[in-house]
């Protein structure tokens, strides 16, 4: 594994923020995180996993060994007459991962569909769209633990999910490095249409007999038309969490908000953060390189030349007005580094 100074990371955010690591390298094998893991031990170093740099925003230079994961490969490991279990390399885009699912029949990804970013970052954020979570296909990941160099072997009870949440984020952070993920997809799809505007975007293409190819079509035809390209425009997709708050706030604001949308859920109602950013004024706002997306006020830009320290300072301010406006916190989906 060759390690590298002083390197530019602008080619490996989505944002496209121009900030260096001090140490840059590549790992298409465990060995090679061991590797790495060494390495940064003997220099003191803090050691930082790169995916697809979708979620984070580079706000300074990273005094740190930054790893982009390669980790590579798609392997059956199992089948029955209802599922197929799939063993993915952390390192494998997202995306490429849902196509050969779709092109075998296979169930249970295809509401995911182009979601940037790569697979071992799924179960750390529990990725998830238009009603589908990465936790209803998850079987199992393993994760190299960074202080015994051992593999250990995570089932979904371990990993904690929550709403973009896992126990990699938290309790666990920075304790392992995820090398596969197996997922459990299905033979005989169960297709979910409910959410968003699936149904709509299918009867305007239209399907009459949906599909797990015409699931996909319809989600990637939706997003393409909502969220900018990061190869044209620097972005990270959605920058916030839609908030879930208690019913009794949400029949309050209601009653000053009658347009006010929202979704129940177990602890609450589930606000879309968008609705709530763009009546705060914000949608389609530009400072200087950086700004709020015209099409969808959940996404924060960089037009070019952006830093991410602007971004920090714009989403803090976005966060302010809305806890101002409606009494509601927004968190951030983005890592800020």
């Known amino acids: 594994m060759k390690i590298q100074e002083n390197i530019s990371l602008k080619p490996y955010n ?14 298409s094998s465990i060995d090679d995180f061991r590797q790495a893991i060494s390495f940064a031990e003997k ?67 295809e509401n995911l569909s182009l979601i940037p970013g790569t ?38 009870p371990d990993c904690e999910f929550g709403y973009r949440e896992s126990v990699f984020k938290h309790r666990l952070k920075n304790q392992y490095i995820i090398t596969s993920v197996t997922f459990k997809l299905s033979k005989k799809p169960q297709l979910n249409t409910a959410y968003g505007a699936i149904q709509e975007t299918l009867k305007a293409m239209n399907t009459e007999i949906p599909t797990v190819k015409a699931i996909s079509d319809a989600v990637i035809h939706i997003r393409l038309s909502k969220l900018p ?54 949608k389609g706002r530009k400072f200087g390189e950086v700004g ?23 989403s803090k301010k976005i966060q302010k007005s809305v806890e101002e406006k409606f009494g509601i916190k927004l968190s951030p989906e983005v890592n800020f580094l």
């Not at 604001?253 to 929202?262: M, W």
């Not at 996404?299 to 971004?311: F, H, Q, R």
């Open 292 to 314: 709020v997306h015209d099409k969808q006020a959940l996404v924060l830009v960089n037009y070019g030349n952006g830093d991410g320290a602007a971004i920090e300072e714009l």
């Open 229 to 282: 390209d990061p190869a044209k425009i620097g972005n990270a997709g959605s920058f916030f969490k839609n908030p879930t708050i208690s019913s009794a706030q949400f029949e309050e604001l209601q009653s000053n908000f009658p347009s006010i949308p929202g979704y129940p859920n177990k602890e609450g109602v589930k606000v879309p953060a968008g609705w709530l950013i763009e009546q705060a004024g914000w």
């Open 43 to 109: 220099n003191g170093i803090e050691l930082f996993v790169l995916g697809g740099g979708s979620n984070i925003l580079l706000t300074s230079d990273q005094d740190k060994l930054v790893v982009k994961n390669e980790l590579k490969g798609i392997k059956v490991t199992g089948s029955d007459e209802d599922f197929v279990w799939v063993k993915v390399g952390a390192g494998e885009i997202w995306h490429d991962l849902v196509r050969y699912a779709i092109s075998q029949n296979w169930g249970g990804i």
């Open 119 to 156: 697979v071992g970052a799924s179960p750390m954020q529990n990725i998830g769209a238009y009603g589908v979570e990465i936790k209803d296909v998850f079987d199992n990941l393993e994760a190299l633990h960074r202080k015994s160099g051992e593999i250990h072997q995570f089932q979904s």
């Open 14 to 27: 989505t944002f496209g923020i121009d900030k260096k690591a001090r140490f840059f390298a590549i790992a």
